[in-house]
């Protein structure tokens, strides 16, 4: 099992910047994805971007391309997510998710999750 925890949420103003970090620890293999995913009030938790161990492969949802980026550090254990230009919309409680296995954007193929932070975004 992989242990994540996140971090890096917070209140900020429509347009600005956010970026968010998780931290992999437990088991961890080279085959390992990682990926963000959100859920706001009453509504079901979507997916948001992901990236494959090495980084090669990168996803995202249409309603965030071109304003958030994923990345990972350099020791693989550690995954970004870098969120610009953001709207009231993007307001949710954003969770780190890890699974054996390609990126992918169904949240319920990931096995392991951590526990969320907040991202608020005012107009």
């Known amino acids: 099992q992989v242990q994540l925890v996140e971090s890096g949420g917070g209140l900020v103003q429509a347009g600005g910047s956010l970026r968010l970090s998780c931290a992999a620890s437990?088991?961890?293999?080279?085959?390992?994805?990682m990926g963000w995913f959100r859920q706001a009030p009453d509504k079901e938790r979507e997916f948001v971007a992901a990236i494959s161990w090495s980084g090669s492969s990168t996803i995202y949802a249409d309603s965030v391309k071109g304003r958030f980026t994923i990345s990972r550090g350099i020791a693989k254990n550690t995954v970004y997510l870098q969120m610009n230009s953001l709207k009231p919309e993007d307001t949710a409680v954003y969770y780190c998710?890890?699974?054996?296995?390609?990126?992918?954007?169904?949240?319920?193929?990931?096995?392991?999750w951590g526990q969320g932070t907040q991202v608020t975004v005012s107009s």
């Open positions: 998710a890890a699974r054996d296995g390609p990126p992918q954007p169904v949240y319920r193929r990931w096995a392991d």
């Open positions: 437990g088991r961890t293999f080279s085959s390992y994805s």
